[in-house]
């Protein structure tokens, strides 16, 4: 549908760095309006893979699906365009100007001084649609940490995404906090107009918060479930590759 939540396939992904092969065939499907959760341990792959969704990174094989039709997905404005939207690992603020600057930014927009009053009267009420209130007149290096990662996620939520993905999104974040950032990001999906792809660490979030969780190792996609149907001791097992024959 039109303004809903996108459908996302990736199809035999490789890609490689030098020699180093960081995606090895990653077959996925991210049901439309779902909260997906990618899991794995450190250089799985888990952000290269989301990178070439959000056009970032360029995978050399294979093909991404968006609502079933393949996408060449060349670079982060072709993203945007198709509804996609991305919350790095690492913080994007503008630190030079203030929250409602930033959000402007992001969506494309220059702080204007003949709108200002609009401007800013929109920024609150986008605000009220969210449970994070922030104040719009500081700046970012004022914010603490976890006052950084909730602005990131508005600047993403402003746009109105239809496929939101969060590389590690709680990771600067205490546990009430990451339960306050999780809970409106499944809320948003719930609404059916987004879909998310989340990457995490940590096994209470998956089987808290997403309903599909797919395993990463070495590249490869080793494992896909329905979170209802595992637990955090199998999941762990495929993290890590345990009941295998060594390579
Ligand atoms: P994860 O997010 O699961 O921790 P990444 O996708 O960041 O893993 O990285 C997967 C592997 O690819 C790691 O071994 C990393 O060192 C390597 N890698 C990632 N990006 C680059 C790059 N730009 N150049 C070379 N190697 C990279
Ligand atoms: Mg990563």
């Given amino acids: 549908a039109a303004n809903g939540a ?3 396939d990736t199809y035999r992904l490789s890609k ?3 020699d180093f092969t960081a995606l090895d ?3 996925l499907y991210v049901e439309p309006g779902s909260v997906h959760a990618l899991l ?3 250089g799985a792959g888990k952000s290269t893979l989301v990178k070439c969704v959000a056009g970032f990174q360029r995978a050399e094989e294979g093909s991404i699906l968006i609502d079933g039709r393949e996408q060449d997905i060349a670079n982060p404005v072709v993203a945007r365009a198709l509804g996609i939207g991305m919350v790095y690992q690492h913080f994007t603020l503008a630190p030079g100007m203030t929250v409602a600057e930033n959000l402007l930014l992001a969506g494309g927009r220059t702080p204007a001084l003949i709108d200002w009053k609009r401007q800013r009267a929109e920024l609150e009420d986008f605000l009220a649609t969210t449970p994070f209130r922030l104040d719009l007149d500081r700046h970012p290096s004022a914010l603490a940490a976890g ?3 909730k602005l990131e996620l508005l600047k993403q939520l402003y746009l109105k995404p239809r496929l939101l993905i969060l590389d590690e999104p709680t990771s ?3 546990p009430q906090e990451a339960d306050e950032v999780l809970g409106h990001v499944r809320a948003f999906a719930r609404s059916g107009l987004c879909t998310v792809l989340i990457i995490t660490h940590k096994f ?3 089987m808290a918060y997403a309903d599909n969780v797919t395993v ?3 590249g490869k996609a080793v494992h896909h479930c329905r979170v209802d149907q595992t637990d955090p001791s199998r999941l762990a097992a495929a993290m890590m590759g345990e009941g295998e024959a060594p390579p």
Avoid: H, M, P, W
Wanted: charged content about 35%; glycine content about 8%; overall charge positive.
């Fill in 6 to 8: 996108l459908a996302l």
């Fill in 16 to 18: 490689r760095f030098g």
């Fill in 25 to 27: 065939n990653v077959s």
């Fill in 40 to 42: 794995g341990e450190n």
């Fill in 147 to 149: 006052e950084k990662q």
């Fill in 172 to 174: 600067v974040l205490t």
């Fill in 204 to 206: 209470r979030e998956v």
């Fill in 216 to 218: 990463l190792r070495r």
